[in-house]
């Protein structure tokens, strides 16, 4: 895409942004404590509002049915009432780091979070959003608990809610009585907006409800700026790590062929934004701590206790690369950064047995974990910046190609031996922070602003949103 074409998209979401909400200072404050729109009556669906349509490239048939025009929200008939997750145990030493966690299959396990399409897809939902504004916004959020056996107005608010998402048929608007219909779009609204799929009002359904529709204005054009300040080269083959939703997606054309759940950076050490290439596999790898964990961590630790270094396999060297005694070294000096801090392979090792080389001014890299109990965590922010992958033997053979799988892999870590392992084929991948992005099938996926980044003072949008207008 064309840098002017991607400065045009930008400029119509802010002038929508702009056109449905005059003045949205009170509005750049974090998503998580706003306040919700309260109309005087519930607003109607907008129905003359331009649904967020798929890539007409990605799915021709969509595209060619005006009545099944893409929406928000997907069809709540093809939502799993009850998705269903089996466990898998691990079947040999390795097998833990192997064996992916099976993710939660819904109608979108297989489409991209991010493609080729993705930047037209954002600019047509953030006119769908504008004229929902216009409108009078969303009604009051429900209150928590609200779930099956409820009725009355609060399930008629509900549904209000639902049908402008087009989570649920708007021909199901007026039933005050809780039914099957709306448990599966209630599920289907928590999927989109990657919440547990509970099918009743918890307390983060609610908080995401509670979210006026001004903000999210504010969120998908941030969205569009970043996504349309970068230069991606869509391969046959790359891979995408969405930070918000903490995942990682292995892409061949238009598909997902594998999807990973991952552990990324907390918001005190966040994880960039990164373009970059995979061209090896290191197997069994050492890790070099870098300056930060060293001034932070590494040294109030051989503070208090001289033998962390050594409890921890870590050897310290000096400049040349030559072995330091570590008690011959000053940890409250700032000449600590002038020594290298380097864990041995084997078990323990920060990295785990694997690491996915990728690269890039950043140096982050995405790798294996000993800690994989964090894999089981609702949020998933615990790193330095760097991507845990879980089953991330799994990955490594997907990027090796032909010939190559989890088990083989294993047998590679099993030697014991430091290995790298060169990718003939070398694989895009690309770190990305969407907290609002519309997947092929017209389907929109909200995130949260983890970093806190959607909705700082300085951003451009907020600015946009002070001024009340469109800046030169």
């Known amino acids: 895409m064309t840098s002017s074409l991607r400065s045009a998209l930008a ?71 009850k998705p269903k ?40 939902l953030s006119q769908f959003y504008a004229t929902i504004a216009r409108n009078g916004g969303f009604p009051a959020a429900p209150p928590v608990g609200l779930g099956p056996k409820a009725s009355g ?43 547990v799929p509970t099918g009743r009002v918890d307390d983060r359904t609610r908080a995401q409800m509670a979210v006026p529709v001004q903000q999210r204005l504010i969120q998908i054009g941030h969205n569009m700026e970043r996504l349309g300040a970068r230069f991606i080269d869509f391969n046959q083959r790359y891979v995408v790590v969405n930070i918000p939703s903490a995942q990682v ?35 069994n790898p050492t890790w070099t701590v870098p300056q930060s964990i060293i001034k932070k961590e590494i040294a109030p630790h051989m503070l208090k206790d001289p033998t962390y270094l050594s409890r921890q396999r870590m050897k310290v060297l000096d400049g040349s690369g030559k072995p330091v005694d570590p008690a011959s ?7 600590i950064v002038n020594y290298t801090v380097r864990q041995d392979y084997g078990g323990g090792n920060a990295l785990g047995q694997l690491r996915i080389q990728m ?16 894999f089981g965590s609702v949020d998933r922010f615990f790193s330095h910046g760097c991507v845990r992958v879980q089953g991330v033997n799994d990955l490594a053979a997907w990027l090796l190609g032909p010939g190559w799988d989890a088990k083989r892999v294993a047998q590679e870590i099993g030697t014991g031996e430091r290995k790298d392992l060169s990718i003939p084929d070398r694989v895009p991948v ?43």
């Open 329 to 335: 070294v000053n940890w409250a000096s700032d000449k």
């Open 85 to 124: 997750v089996k466990k898998r145990r691990p079947a040999g030493a390795y097998a833990s780091a192997s064996v992916p966690i099976p993710t939660l299959q819904t109608p979108w396990s297989s489409i991209p979070t991010l493609d080729s399409g993705s930047l037209n897809r954002l600019n047509t």
């Open 11 to 81: 400029a119509v979401s802010l002038l929508a942004l702009t056109a449905a909400v005059p003045a949205m200072a009170e509005e750049a404050a974090p998503a998580a404590t706003a306040a919700a729109v309260v109309p005087e009556t519930t607003p109607a669906a907008p129905e003359a509002a331009p649904p967020p349509a798929a890539d007409p490239a990605a799915a021709p048939a969509a595209a060619a049915d005006p009545a099944a025009a893409p929406a928000p929200g997907a069809d709540p008939a093809a939502t799993p009432v």
């Open 430 to 472: 690309h770190w990305v922070y969407m907290t609002a992005y519309v997947t092929p099938d017209g389907t929109a996926h909200f995130r949260p602003d983890v970093y806190g980044i959607d909705f700082g003072v300085n951003t451009r949008i907020s600015q946009i949103a002070q001024a009340g207008g469109v800046p030169d």
């Open 249 to 283: 997606e292995a892409i061949e054309g238009t598909t997902i062929s594998r999807k990973y759940v991952a552990v990324v950076g907390r918001p005190l050490n966040p994880s960039p934004e990164v373009d970059a290439t995979i061209s090896a596999v290191n197997i």
């Open 359 to 374: 690269p890039n001014p950043e140096a982050v890299y995405m790798h294996d974990t000993p800690s994989k109990n964090l």
């Open 153 to 195: 107005q609060p399930v008629l608010n509900l549904r209000a809610r639902l049908v402008m998402e087009r989570d649920l048929p708007a021909g199901e608007r007026d039933i005050a009585a809780w039914d099957e219909g709306l448990t599966a779009a209630v599920k289907n609204f928590q999927m989109r907006y990657g919440l």
